[in-house]
């Protein structure tokens, strides 16, 4: 139902209260009726933090102990709901700007090295309500992942985060060194195991990270921070890495350790045996 709609429901609805002698006793139900009926705002600001500072690409910085210097961070974000106490779900609908969302799907870019343009907002409605937390999946859906990216609009035109070898985005384009800006290993998750080209099918490795956060949560400007220094804890490399996950790349290593912290397996599935440990509420 669109916004108009919506509007001439609640006149409506407003006239007959007011209107009604009878309906005084009915009143507080009737608003709070319409309370309901009235969207609220979502707003989620994503950040990267690295040893509690807050991400600067390009340059070397401290996290883990060690010395590390990022060239990229990007990511979709969709499939977003709130979940409220008893676990239930309710679903986001992400506004579109034709520029960061679109068609449900939002780029988070917090890197200043590739682009420098950056986005922090994932913003939508949902319906009002009381929330204690949010859900949401890195990655583009399914049923977007394989369209021709240059008649998309944005941000699923985006060229740098696209597999044209596998007909499919990059879910997450995350490249960092720890060798002062040498042997860079560059963590591209993305579905991979896809047939069927042009078109391709469903993919055996999907490489979505489902992120279920909760605590305190404020639906309508809620912080979600992403702790690079639990990313690479235990990265080592030793030389340049190219985690392009399994089937293509051929192996786990030494990429098994940062998929594992978006909660996936090196099947690129999500796996109730693996705890995410990287997106937390701020």
């Not at 409605?125 to 949401?136: D, E, I, N, P, R």
């Not at 240059?150 to 044209?164: D, E, F, I, R």
Request: aromatic letters at 8%.
């Amino acid at each position: 139902m669109n916004i108009f709609k919506k509007f001439f429901i609640i006149l409506s609805v407003l006239g007959v209260v007011s209107c009604d002698p009878n309906s005084k006793s009915n009143d507080n139900e009737t608003l709070a009726l319409l309370a309901l009926a009235i969207p609220q705002a979502v707003n989620l600001n994503f950040e990267a933090l690295a040893n509690g500072q807050t991400l600067v690409t390009g340059s070397n910085i401290n996290a883990d102990g060690r010395t590390v210097q990022f060239r990229d961070f990007r990511m979709y974000i969709s499939e977003v709901k709130l979940v409220k106490a008893d676990g239930s779900t309710t679903d986001v609908t992400l506004s579109s700007d034709n520029v960061w969302q679109s068609n449900g799907v939002a780029l988070v870019d917090l890197e200043t090295t590739q682009t420098t343009e950056t986005n922090t907002k994932v913003s939508g409605t949902a319906l009002a309500g009381s929330y204690t937390g949010v859900q949401f999946t890195v990655g583009v859906p399914e049923t977007l992942n394989h369209l021709e990216r240059t008649n998309q609009t944005a941000p699923l035109n985006n060229g740098a985060m696209y597999w044209s070898w596998t007909g499919g985005y990059k879910h997450a384009k995350i490249e960092f060194s720890l060798d002062s800006g040498t042997n860079w290993t560059s963590l591209h998750l993305g579905s991979t195991g896809c047939s069927g080209a042009p078109n391709y099918g469903n993919c055996t490795a999907k490489y979505r990270a489902l992120i279920q956060l909760t605590g305190q949560f404020s639906s309508t400007n809620q912080k979600v921070s992403f702790n690079i220094d639990q990313l690479i804890n235990s990265h080592n490399p030793g030389a340049a890495a190219s985690c392009m996950p399994l089937p293509m790349m051929g192996g786990p290593a030494p990429c098994t350790t940062l998929v594992q912290a978006f909660g996936l397996n090196t099947s690129g599935l999500v796996d109730s045996s693996l705890t995410q440990r990287v997106f937390s509420l701020k």
